[in-house]
């Protein structure tokens, strides 16, 4: 019985294949760098997929896998009164066997709408609450590293809704010295991870390998070297007092400078705002927008370099290390 309901709907056995076919092909191109994936559009269009399996499967497959078992143990009954009654010994033949057969999901709905309740979970719990990311690149050293494993809080700043990144409600202010998670400005597909800096209306100035704020220079207290396994040498490090809690950064203040506004794409938005000389760069940063700097400063492409991050790019702030595989001791907050 339960083969003939997989024979009675091959095209939803068909679609359910060229579906995953197609999930196969998209999770291989972007792990080999084929394009960019966008997991949160994914795991929305999986959810929304499996919601219409699910649905089918509570109010049409099932109620007809569940009348087909009925009737099998019906007829199985009737058979053994009607041998009885007849003084033909009855066999023992193994009904609750083909009654769980006949009920079984066939696989094209046990790897759908058997996977909704969790597809949906994890979007849920992704969108709205928290946010595993990989640290990728060495901007943010010392304070994260390459291959941390970190929590994003995505409520910190406010509800949005998936994928359309729409806030729908308000939570706490960006604060300076945050650690935030943003989508590129120059690529909306890409998470880049870096530290609040400039607030809107700040006059924020990088010259001489120093940062100052509104024409304050922010106040660093030398900590000596820090050894970068990335480069394999020393670097001098800092504490560096700018938001509630300081953090520590790397710059080496001897070295001279060489960057300038990134026009690889065209100048970007509000790029008025900022002045370039042979010092460094001093922008004003416009409503609605941060300015962003890696703790790693010698070494991390940021707001210097491509402008400003709107708000409406935010993803939320990082606040803890859930794993390194390579040093398990990184386990835990960081400032």
């Keep these: 019985m339960n083969s003939e309901l997989n024979e009675d709907h091959p095209q939803l056995s068909a679609l359910t294949a060229f579906l995953y076919a197609v999930l196969v092909v998209y999770l291989g191109g972007w792990y080999l760098d084929k394009w960019t994936g966008n997991f949160a559009l994914l795991l929305f269009l999986m959810s929304v997929v499996t919601f219409f399996y699910w649905i089918a499967e509570r109010w049409y497959f ?3 896998r569940e009348a087909a078992a009925r009737a099998l143990v019906e007829q199985d009954a009737q058979r053994r009164a009607k ?8 066999d023992h033949a193994d009904i609750e066997g083909a009654r769980r057969a006949v009920l079984r999901q066939p696989w094209w709905l046990d790897w759908t ?7 949906v979970l994890v979007f849920g719990l992704r969108s709205f609450l928290f946010e595993p990311f990989r640290i990728p690149s060495g901007s943010m050293v010392p304070t994260l590293l390459v291959g941390d494993l970190i929590l994003v ?3 910190h700043y406010g509800v949005r809704l998936p ?4 806030k729908i409600w308000d939570n706490q202010p960006v604060r300076r010295g945050d650690v935030m ?5 120059e690529d909306p597909r890409m998470d880049y991870i870096k530290r609040v800096v400039g607030l809107p209306g700040d006059v924020v100035s990088w010259r001489n390998q120093t940062l100052s704020i509104n024409g304050q220079e922010v106040k660093t207290d030398a900590l000596g070297p820090y050894f970068d396994q990335d480069s394999l040498r020393e670097r001098p490090r800092y504490r560096e007092s ?3 809690r300081p953090h520590d950064m790397l710059v080496n203040r001897s070295l001279p400078l060489h960057f300038r506004m990134d026009t690889a794409n065209g100048p970007f938005p509000h790029a008025e705002n900022c002045q370039y000389g042979l010092d460094g760069v001093t922008c004003t940063v416009p409503a609605g927008h941060y300015f962003m ?4 400063r010698d070494n991390s492409r940021d707001s210097r370099f491509w402008g400003f991050v709107p708000d409406a790019n935010i993803v939320g702030k990082a606040v803890f290390i859930w794993m390194n595989l390579g040093d398990p001791k990184r386990i835990g907050g960081f400032d």
């Excluded at 709408?113 to 597809?119: N, S």
């Excluded at 994928?163 to 729409?166: A, E, P, R, S």
Aim: aromatic share 10%; proline share 8%; glycine share 10%.
């Design 62 to 64: 099932l109620p007809r």
């Design 83 to 90: 041998l009885s009654a007849e003084g033909i010994k009855v």
């Design 113 to 119: 709408a058997g996977l909704f309740p969790v597809i």
């Design 153 to 155: 809080n995505k409520f």
């Design 163 to 166: 994928v359309i990144n729409k």
């Design 181 to 185: 998670v943003f989508r590129f400005p």
């Design 242 to 244: 700018l938001g509630e």
């Design 293 to 296: 700097l890696g703790d790693n």
